[in-house]
């Protein structure tokens, strides 16, 4: 099986601007969450996806939004970029079933200058 | 609410010498508890998971970890370390009672495991 994938791997932006990444998870797997990863807050949650409905939330700005489409992909939208923003976001799938055994993605690595 | 507190940011080791990395959690339900590593500019990738019956738990690359819920801890252990090991490691904990999950991974901070020659 494939694992997760992310696009694009590294992405450079500038204060102000807005940003799409974009997961696709295992197949068969119906459940997608998103973690942003920085030095010194570490792996923070974001939110999860399951059948294209948003089950759980972190503690971020609405700046930080989802979405999942039927095939389960899923999008992450970072509006208004801020320097504090720039970390490594990384995506994981699972089946969405009990015990939550998730699979990373390689992650996306953002920039904001 | 679930927390994980990974006792220990850097671990230095000699090449086949033993390793415990440690993990305490907390939390006000029940947990299955894992172990993720990290490789340089890679993502998390699964080494083992506590999710019922027996509380040593086998993983890959001879890891291995003990589930001591009196203690809530959860520690990572290696007889033999290689230079290979060397990568951070991740403690995370999710929480379910009987309305099922809670769906999401909290993790610890990270321990780095530095094997040297």
Same mark, same amino acid.
């Given at each position: 099986?494939?694992?997760? *994938? $992310?696009?694009?791997?590294?992405?450079?932006?500038? #204060?102000?601007?807005?940003?799409?990444? +974009?997961? %696709?998870?295992?197949?068969?797997?119906?459940?997608?969450?998103?973690?942003?990863?920085?030095?010194?807050?570490?792996?923070?949650?974001?939110?999860?996806?399951?059948?294209? *409905? $948003?089950?759980?939330?972190?503690?971020?700005?609405? #700046?930080?939004?989802?979405?999942?489409? +039927?095939? %389960?992909?899923?999008?992450?939208?970072?509006?208004?970029?801020?320097?504090?923003?720039?970390?490594?976001?990384?995506?994981?799938?699972?089946?969405?079933?009990?015990?939550?055994? $998730?699979?990373?993605?390689?992650?996306?690595?953002?920039?904001?200058? | 609410?679930?927390?994980?507190?990974?006792?220990?940011?850097?671990?230095?080791?000699?090449?086949?010498?033993?390793?415990?990395?440690?993990?305490?959690?907390?939390?006000?339900?029940?947990?299955?508890?894992?172990?993720?590593?990290?490789?340089?500019?890679?993502?998390?990738?699964?080494?083992?998971?506590?999710?019922?019956?027996?509380?040593?738990?086998?993983?890959?690359?001879?890891?291995?970890?003990?589930?001591?819920?009196?203690?809530?801890?959860?520690?990572?252990?290696?007889?033999?370390?290689?230079?290979?090991?060397?990568?951070?490691?991740?403690?995370?904990?999710?929480?379910?009672?009987?309305?099922?999950?809670?769906?999401?991974?909290?993790?610890?901070?990270?321990?780095?495991?530095?094997?040297?020659?």
């Amino acid at each position: 099986k494939a694992g997760v *994938t $992310q696009t694009p791997r590294y992405l450079i932006k500038t #204060r102000g601007q807005q940003v799409t990444l +974009s997961c %696709s998870p295992i197949s068969g797997h119906r459940s997608v969450s998103w973690y942003q990863q920085t030095p010194g807050q570490g792996l923070q949650f974001l939110f999860e996806y399951f059948s294209e *409905t $948003q089950r759980n939330k972190g503690n971020f700005p609405g #700046r930080f939004s989802g979405r999942q489409f +039927s095939n %389960s992909r899923s999008e992450m939208n970072v509006s208004t970029l801020e320097l504090g923003d720039s970390a490594l976001y990384l995506c994981a799938s699972s089946t969405g079933t009990t015990y939550n055994e $998730q699979f990373f993605g390689p992650g996306t690595r953002l920039t904001v200058l | 609410a679930q927390s994980v507190t990974q006792l220990d940011s850097q671990v230095p080791v000699f090449e086949e010498a033993p390793v415990e990395l440690r993990c305490n959690y907390s939390s006000s339900v029940s947990v299955y508890l894992f172990w993720y590593v990290q490789y340089p500019n890679q993502g998390l990738q699964l080494l083992l998971k506590y999710l019922s019956g027996s509380t040593l738990v086998k993983g890959i690359n001879g890891f291995e970890a003990e589930f001591n819920k009196s203690q809530t801890s959860f520690h990572l252990r290696k007889p033999s370390v290689h230079i290979s090991d060397t990568a951070e490691y991740f403690c995370a904990v999710t929480g379910f009672s009987s309305g099922g999950s809670n769906y999401k991974l909290t993790f610890g901070k990270g321990t780095l495991l530095t094997v040297n020659p």
